[in-house]
């Protein structure tokens, strides 16, 4: 198992990474960019907020090096946010969409998939951490949120609650401090 600075560190190479194709990316019309190095996760625009979310609450534990290298693609991020607003307003509406209907799709397959594999939503709720921190960002007075993507959250975290039991993280302990459980409670143990 790796640990805590090689999962940091993992997670810092990968939002340098997608910083620094974020503009090819903008400029195509794809939700899923396949970014040139080779072990890397898909581009999206959410999961580049994702990190530039959670990667500060543990930047402490990054050397000075390290530490520089997140502050200079958090710089290079919000430059580009700032330079593409409209663009990014589309994309992310668009990847919205999709991303609420994975989680959907998700919710409504995991009774059974989770009797075969224990860790199955774990690896999943990446997505609805995803959606969180899109939401955050299209709250931004330079954005408008489609209030309908609020309404169809609200829906499918009221179903989840309804089967819900409270629990400890599913993920790293790494990233605990990054979601506290009264605002990411769907992190704090697993569906029944």
Known sequence: M???????????EIFEVMVSEMDGYL?????????????MPKLTIGGCLMRRQRLPFVGEQLDDAAQKRLEIARQS??????????????????????????????LGHLSSRMMADVNYYADVSDV??????????LQKPVY??????????TALDQNLKGRWQVGTFVWPAVWQDAYPPEKFWWLYGRPQ
């Open 144 to 153: 408008q949120l489609d209030k309908q993507i609020l309404e169809e959250i």
């Open 27 to 39: 400029m195509s019309e794809a939700t899923h960019w396949t970014m040139e190095k080779g072990d």
């Open 77 to 106: 991020f919000e430059a580009l946010l700032f330079k593409n607003v409209v663009r990014f307003e589309t994309r992310m509406h668009q990847e919205l969409h999709a991303r609420l209907s994975e989680w959907s799709s998700y």
């Open 128 to 137: 609805r951490v995803v959606i969180s921190a899109m939401i955050e960002e």
């Open 2 to 12: 790796k640990n805590e600075n090689q999962i940091i560190l993992r997670d810092l």
